[in-house]
C-alpha cells in the first residue's frame, strides 16, 4: 500500500466537464466532481486493494477515538450510521463523482452487484436454463422470498425481464443485466 498525494490532472477539454482526474497511483487515477477538488486535495488519499480485487481510495483521519481509516466515498457524502457509499457502476470502481456514488445498507448493496462468477448456465444475474423446458427462467429473490418471473425463449429476453422487475422492487439502485454482449448465447438443444 503507498501513500501518495493527490495530483490534478490538467488536459485541454478540461473547462467543458464538472468532474477532474485526480492521480492517487502512479497507474491509477480517480474521478471526482470539480467542487470536490479543494475538500480532497487537502488529505493525502491511497488506493488499496480488498480481497475480492476491487480497489478503494482511502485516507487516514485523526479523531478523538483514534487515526481510522475513511473512504473517499464516504468522506464526499458523510452518509448516516449504519450506511455506507459504494460505487454504483463496479467495472469503473474509481469513479467517485456524486452521480456514480450511492448510499446503502450492506444488504442494499447486494442489489448493487453483478452474478457472482461460478458454474452456472447464464451469465445473468436472474436468469438460469430450464432442461425440462428447453427455456430461460428469470428470476428475482425480494425481501428472502423468491419470486418466478416466467421461462423466455433467449436468454436475453429472461436478463431483461429480471432488469425490469429489480428496477421495480429496488429502484435505482438495482443491478441491471448489460444485454447484447457480443458473448451472448443460445442453449443449443441435444
Known amino acids: ?22 492521480s492517487v497511483h502512479p497507474d491509477e487515477k480517480v474521478k471526482i466532481d470539480k467542487e470536490d477538488v479543494e475538500r480532497v486535495s487537502s488529505h493525502s488519499w ?3 486493494h480488498g480481497t475480492t ?20 466515498g464516504k468522506f464526499l457524502l458523510n452518509p448516516p450510521n449504519g450506511k455506507q457509499v459504494y460505487p454504483r457502476r463496479f467495472n469503473q470502481g474509481l469513479d467517485y463523482r456524486k452521480d456514480n456514488l450511492v448510499v446503502c445498507t450492506l444488504s ?3 442489489r448493487l452487484l453483478p452474478k457472482k462468477r461460478s458454474k ?9 436454463f430450464s432442461k425440462s423446458s428447453g427455456k430461460w427462467r428469470a428470476g428475482i429473490e425480494v425481501k428472502g422470498s423468491s419470486i418466478n418471473l416466467g421461462e423466455y425463449r433467449t436468454e436475453a429476453d429472461a436478463a431483461l425481464a429480471y432488469n425490469e422487475a429489480a428496477r421495480k422492487f429496488f429502484g435505482d439502485i438495482a ?3 448489460n444485454v447484447g454482449r457480443p458473448q451472448e448465447r443460445r442453449r443449443r438443444r441435444d
Open 108 to 110: 442494499e448493496r447486494q
Open 53 to 72: 480485487g476491487r480497489s478503494r481510495v482511502v485516507t487516514s483521519v485523526r479523531t478523538p477515538q483514534g487515526v481510522r481509516t475513511l473512504t473517499l
Open 46 to 48: 491511497r488506493v488499496t
Open 120 to 128: 452456472t448456465t447464464s451469465q445473468y444475474r436472474g436468469v438460469s
Open 175 to 177: 443491478y441491471q443485466n
Open 1 to 22: 500500500m503507498e501513500m501518495l498525494t493527490v495530483c490534478l490532472e490538467r488536459t485541454a477539454d478540461m473547462a467543458n466537464k464538472d468532474w477532474v482526474y485526480i
